[in-house]
């Protein structure tokens, strides 16, 4: 079994800067990735950013240039640095593991933490 825990989630003003954590514990394998989503209220869960163990990383177009992903495998946790903070960025941000190779794992969730970034 697998568990992620987040934390870092709050409230800020536009413009300013936030960042995420999650760790995960249990079973995990040598090849994963890991990464954040977000929901918005009234919108589906979308990808935020993503980064495999050989830190290839991935990011949604309305976060390029101001989200930063990074990874610490000895720990097995996932960072992201959310500067310039827009108030369309709020939403549940939610950690992801895809545990194994990405045509066949299986993925695990986190509980969610709120970003609220107000105008």
């Known amino acids: 079994q697998v568990q992620l825990v987040e934390s870092g989630g709050g409230l800020v003003q536009a413009g300013g800067s936030l960042r995420l954590s999650c760790t995960a514990s249990?079973?995990?394998?040598?090849?994963?990735?890991m990464g954040w989503y977000r929901q918005a209220p009234g919108k589906q869960r979308e990808l935020v950013a993503t980064?495999?163990?050989?830190?290839?990383?991935t990011y949604a177009d309305s976060v390029k240039g101001r989200f930063t992903i990074s990874r610490d495998n000895a720990k097995n946790t996932v960072y992201l640095q959310m500067n310039s903070l827009k108030p369309e960025d709020t939403a549940v941000y939610y950690c992801?593991?895809?545990?194994?190779?990405?045509?066949?794992?299986?993925?695990?969730w986190g509980k969610g933490t709120l970003v609220t970034v107000s105008s």
């Open positions: 980064i495999t163990r050989g830190r290839s990383s």
């Open positions: 992801n593991l895809r545990n194994g190779p990405f045509a066949d794992g299986m993925d695990y």
């Open positions: 249990g079973s995990i394998f040598s090849i994963n990735a």
